[in-house]
């Protein structure tokens, strides 16, 4: 059997018994750490390699977290409702990725390097903070994307 979903829920890792846990090998897909009240990934490290799906909401990040960026095979990252305030340009460095979620925070626009997503097919901003104008550049930028902003 192998372990391909990997949940932590409001701090908590929730597993079957020792004896059947032992019987697991590791190829991670997803992890969620939704609701969490730690910021390592480190433990997500080894598999990084594999990880297609990212769940980091409800984090209180005020940037993204450098790890993330050698997630290099996510297709799904969630940043949602966190307190990040500005997106750093090596955001363009997860060239897989198809959905992008930044729903919930702080900034007020989005670098120019979002462009360079080949893969991108949904970008999620519900209750962004985002300017007008900003809102207009984006949608001039990527206008084969589905942007979520209600």
Do not use: C
């Amino acid at each position: 059997m192998k372990l391909r979903s990997l949940i932590f829920l409001l701090g908590m890792i929730l597993f079957m018994g020792p004896s059947g846990f032992a019987q697991l090998s590791f190829d991670l897909k997803e992890i969620n750490k939704s609701e969490n009240w730690f910021d390592d990934l480190k433990e997500a490290g080894a598999a990084k390699d594999n990880v297609y799906y990212l769940n980091l909401s409800l984090h209180k990040y005020e940037t993204i977290p450098e790890e993330i960026y050698g997630f290099k095979k996510l297709k799904y990252l969630d940043l949602s409702y966190n307190k990040i305030t500005s997106i750093d340009p090596r955001i363009a460095k997860l060239k897989d990725l198809e959905l992008l979620n930044l729903s919930g925070n702080n900034f007020e626009s989005l670098p120019e390097e979002i462009t360079k997503f080949k893969s991108l097919k949904e970008l999620h901003l519900k209750e962004h903070t985002m300017t007008e104008e900003a809102v207009k550049q984006l949608k001039k930028w990527l206008p084969d994307i589905l942007i979520v902003i209600h």
